[in-house]
């Protein structure tokens, strides 16, 4: 289906926020096998709105409107709709109910503020079945038309689980068959992945393969469309197969997996427990594991410490190595995990220490320059990375391959133990 | 002058590429007084091109267009023009002279592929005098139309080096002023902003304000605009001194401040270091503060102690308070923030310990309980909060709480300072 994304918001017309969710929508899409004929952003102003959709009305299959849902007199995306369509605000009892429901903590204010979000046009169906997040959709003309919340990640989770879904058995409808996977790969660059399965791509038979850099990770798509389903899985097998065989164990999860919900899984299956000391990547590795519930299974907890004294008073680091070998070295490193590793009893200590920059570098450690290490009962092996990119992709970059020595370290002793 | 700006790729339509150029394009023009209608991404497509610039023209002073300039068969955008504005392709000898200058080094073939970078459509400029990028402009129906290249480093050098220039020329001719600011704002709700500064708003003349939610902060938008710099100056005054009145210290910021760095400014300025202890937050607060450049010289690190065990025997919490309070309480967050000040020898020791969910919860302590403790040389203070909103925004809010009692305290130290 051809569709088009419009995005409301001042805050996007003048350049304050970047736009991130048209994208994610549109990748999304695109995976599916749709097709975004254009994707408009405005600010909030009602004609302009009503316009802007009913152009897209005009020429398209579906349309996904974000923003300006909320319940402040800037949000003005509703008026615009009941406006341009003649759909009349109507009062949704139901959706007013579950509001009041999960909001008995809020002052009567705020409640009046939400009432506002229970006021939509004719014909609406609200697309969270709970009302926690605004979001609804209408016919018009005879195609789906989706309003979803501005916010990123309310917005992204309303696309994946209600739209694309939807989308989906409209698609049904009119019998065109697509399956497709997801691949999250790890320690790979994107041309690198493009090189090895460069090969399986054959559009010509609707097999296509998308290779999409989410920093510092890649994402691989295989998408096989066609009108026949036996087909259809006849070659997806056959692909999806060629693809985790040459990509092996780069891959480390599909769809949803994270890496850090990867290897808490892997972690939890052994009953192995993990305790993180960091310099350079500062609490992010932690941030990570701690992202995923029910971590305080399996993870113990970590140190941040970015002076030479807090290494030797909190993880023992030896004040010897420090003066011999520096904060950044692969001794100190594998001091910070056999460390973390005494001081918590965990099963497993990973350390990070490097210089993240932008200060800090010099001729022979520069900016970049990353040490991790990796304690386990069969001993501590230190490993040197050289990152790229500014502050951020090197804390991000090294915490990473952090998560991917601890994964590859305990898919190791899981074959072992076979 | 109000523009529209538009992008040309299949590549961002597909949601392969991130399109980061209209945002920076929106940015820049609005910090030089012009109003972005609208942002328009669409495909490599003749028609969908020409009529997507036929309608900008239609409503916008001046349009700027980005991509599909370059010398390979998808790039369309010059067709697209010659076609729809019925500007014949043209041949550009001085162009192609300049190419064959500084390409004096590619192959045959090359060479003549970027002959067809000499051939614009009748009337165009070129933007870069040395035609060492793609890029130019013509004036249609009075309004000038730029085309600049869908390359982020050559599309923003061409922006703000001509096009920007050039507009504030044809600006200069209208006279009309802008003046924008973003105000910052924590421990409010969207909906409790709007009803302080509502009075202030005044549409008619052309005083806006703007409410974002970027989750767990709101960030407030006044825009004052008129046609005398005089009379927009005393209404901007006016208004801004009633904004900072009325929100005070809810206010930590204005345009590119971040609350970590506004902490870590204010304890460079008053020369104090911080330490932080993280239980529920899970080394968020400590990420937070290491994602600021120069971090090391006020921040000392921070223990992530998510087992009862670890808080002991890293933080020195008395194993008495745990069994007679709970991890979760006020006296084991006091017990917390003085622990990491003591073993770090930070002047301040900040500490989170709540139930961050979804498991966890229970009647007496539901998840969203979140202890914080702040300990200075003066005392320490504990606070609870009831936190609303899954995993993600609880540990997100909770770290910002923090932040925000590190920032109450320094400015409360500065004032007795006075």
Redesign the interface.
């Known amino acids: 289906m051809r569709g088009e994304i419009i995005a409301i ?12 969710t ?10 599916a096998g749709h ?10 102003e009602v004609e ?1 709105i009503g316009e ?1 959709i009913r152009q897209a009305l005009a020429r398209a299959d579906f349309i996904i409107v974000t923003g300006g849902l ?5 949000d003005l995306t509703n008026r615009a709709v009941s406006e341009a369509l003649a759909r009349p605000a109507t009062f949704y009892p139901e959706i007013s109910r579950k509001i009041a429901a999960h909001g008995t ?1 809020n002052t009567a ?2 409640q009046s ?2 009432e506002k979000l229970a006021w939509l046009p004719a014909g609406a169906h609200a697309l969270h079945s709970e009302a926690r997040t605004a979001g609804y959709f209408l016919v018009q003309d005879g195609k789906p038309v989706f309003f979803l919340p501005g ?1 990123p ?1 309310e917005m992204k989770e309303l696309l994946v689980e209600t739209v694309l879904t939807r989308l989906a058995v409209w698609e049904g409808e009119e019998g065109r068959q697509v399956r497709q996977k997801v691949y999250k790969v790890v320690g790979l660059a994107e041309s690198e992945i493009n090189n090895k399965l460069e090969h399986l791509e054959d559009p010509a038979h609707g097999v296509r393969i ?1 290779y ?1 850099p989410v920093f510092p990770e890649v994402h691989v798509s295989l998408t096989v469309a066609g009108d026949g389903e036996a087909s259809i899985e006849e070659r997806f097998g056959d692909c999806d197969t060629a693809i985790v065989e040459i990509l092996g164990r780069a891959i480390y999860g599909c769809g949803n997996d994270s890496l850090e919900g990867v290897v808490g899984r892997l972690l939890g299956w052994q009953g192995k427990t993990l305790a ?1 000391a ?1 310099s350079c ?7 990570k ?3 995923v ?4 299974a399996y ?9 030479n ?2 290494k030797e ?2 993880l023992g680091v030896p004040s010897a190595i420090l003066a011999q070998y520096g904060a950044v070295s692969g001794e100190t490193a594998r001091a910070m995990a056999d460390g973390i590793r005494r ?3 965990a099963g497993l200590g990973v350390s990070i220490t490097g210089i993240a ?4 570098g010099g001729e022979a450690k520069p900016v970049g320059t990353v040490y991790l290490a990796l304690a386990t009962a069969a001993g501590t092996d230190d490993h040197l990375v050289h990152l790229a990119g500014d ?2 992709q090197i ?1 991000e970059h090294a915490s990473q391959i952090a998560l991917d020595l601890v994964r590859r370290s305990l898919l190791d002793s899981e074959r072992e133990a076979v």
Do not use: C
């Open positions: 918001g001042d805050e996007l017309t003048t350049g304050r926020i970047l736009n991130t048209s994208f994610f929508a549109a990748s999304q899409l695109f995976a097709e975004v004929i254009a994707m408009t952003t405005i600010g909030d302009l802007t909320g319940p402040t007199t800037d903590n204010e705020v503020a939400l916010v990640h998308g999409y993180v960091e990547s500062g609490g992010l590795l932690a941030h594991m701690t992202k519930s029910g971590s305080s993870f113990l907890g970590g140190v941040v410490a970015y002076s004294e807090l008073r909190l001081v918590t009893g920059g932008p200060g800090g502050r951020w804390q």
